[in-house]
């Protein structure tokens, strides 16, 4: 682990005035567009994305392009402001493919380093918001080569992988082979996407089927399998975020009913029993800002120990929003069970959070690797 020296400073953990204004539009964004009532209606329609969302957050907001320079028709900004945007899509359950695309699939092209070509013109329109793509592989892979969803049989891509989130919100398929990385059109012949059904109904899960299908080579094996390793550790390191808008999402609410629900003529949070229960909730959310933001600067500036901070955010907040969650739902009482309180997409978003991009356990395996041996 690398001490902070004058060379190496230490993170920067505050929000800067320009990642609090980002945060209030998409706040406000989402408190005319993805309130409670309106997720429940999204998800009960069977269709959770609403694709004027999604229009008004990438190309409205911008939110999409954060992550792609300006000369390549994005924001120019970074990961911290990524960050701030999974906050508060976390925070409302937003059933929009922000982390899938302008995240995973983004940071995996912008990994090929190419400044023209179709490489760039991908990204171009990812960040303007006219497509979306998502990596295929299964949104539990923790890193390249934990699945092989396709091989290349006479120039054409052959194979399935499933558990792909938000492929059936998405444009473009980018696919991982032995022989490189393709780009697919998922309207294209002999490509299917089949919807799964999945714990969280706020995130779709798909099968894809590519049989006999055409994709534009974007990478060669080594530089696809670089890329695909950036891109998942990327997602990684901000889905931290959004649990931590999760988790502080759980804490407010709760917080808030237990000061106006009454038993005994008195407010159910004076008694001292969930008094504790709140406080090792605000704790966790305390605990899970630090490590979430740190991951976010390490990636924003290129830390040597990105991998590190990633592991770390990941094996604590996976674990964090899942407790606020739980706790959320039991500290609401009967209310909490209901299918018309939201508490339920929380943890089901928790949950499925808490294995996506790898385990907690996993990512403790990754500490354990990563850390140095004193010196004898």
Known sequence: ???????????????????????????????????ATAVLARVESGTPYDPQLWKALAAGIGAAGLLVPEELGGQ??????????LEELGRSVAPAPYLTSAVVATETLLALGAQDGPVAELLGDLAAGRKAAVLAVPFSAPEPGAAQPAGVVAGALEGTVTGVADASAADVLLVPTTDG???VETAAAGVTVAPLVPLDLTRSLAAATLAGAAGTRLADGASAVSAVRRGLLTGAGLLASEQ?????????????????????NRPVGSFQALKHRMAHIWLDVVSAR??????????????????????VAQAYCSKAAVRAAEECIQLHGGIGMTWEHPAHLYLKRAKADSIA???????REVIAGLAELPAP
């Open 1 to 35: 682990m690398t001490v902070p020296t004058e060379e190496t400073q230490a993170p920067d953990l505050l929000y800067s005035q320009t990642e609090e204004d980002l945060r209030a539009a998409v706040r406000s964004l989402l408190a005319d567009r993805c309130d």
């Open 76 to 85: 120019g900004a970074g990961h911290r402001e990524a960050a701030v945007v």
């Open 181 to 183: 990385l393709y780009a």
């Open 244 to 264: 931590l808008g999760i988790a502080e999402w759980c804490l407010t609410e709760t917080v808030r009913y237990t000061r106006e629900r009454h038993q005994f």
């Open 290 to 311: 630090a490590a979430a933001r740190n991951a976010a600067d390490a990636l924003a500036t290129g830390s040597p120990d990105t991998p590190l901070a990633v592991a």
């Open 357 to 363: 991009y790898g385990t907690a356990g996993h990512h």
